[in-house]
């Protein structure tokens, strides 16, 4: 599992850099996002849903952290 950390970045900059990490991975493959934008919450969700993938929000204890576990399957 490849660990994206996008804390700090404004839109569109955490959807981007998932997006650069499954560019580089196997077309098999899942990624832990971490993000302090809130808009991720809508954006990384339609995203994979938008692309087949699985999207899982997962519960932080920092209160402006989001983080999703997105699964990508060949």
Same mark, same amino acid.
Not at 38 to 63: H, K, N, W, Y
């Given at each position: 599992?490849e660990?994206?950390?996008?804390s700090?970045?404004? @839109?569109?900059?955490?959807l981007?850099?998932?997006?650069q990490?499954?560019? #580089?991975?196997? +077309?098999e493959?899942?990624f +832990?996002?971490?993000? =302090?934008?809130?808009?991720? @919450? #809508?954006?990384i969700?339609?995203? @994979?849903?938008?692309?087949?993938? =699985?999207c +899982?929000?997962?519960v =932080? +204890?920092?209160?402006?952290?989001?983080?999703? #576990?997105v @699964? #990508?399957?060949?």
């Amino acid at each position: 599992m490849e660990h994206v950390d996008v804390s700090g970045l404004p @839109c569109p900059m955490p959807l981007l850099k998932l997006k650069q990490a499954m560019a #580089r991975s196997p +077309e098999e493959a899942q990624f +832990e996002l971490w993000s =302090t934008d809130p808009g991720s @919450c #809508r954006d990384i969700p339609a995203f @994979c849903a938008q692309q087949g993938m =699985t999207c +899982e929000e997962l519960v =932080t +204890e920092q209160e402006e952290l989001y983080a999703f #576990r997105v @699964c #990508r399957q060949g």
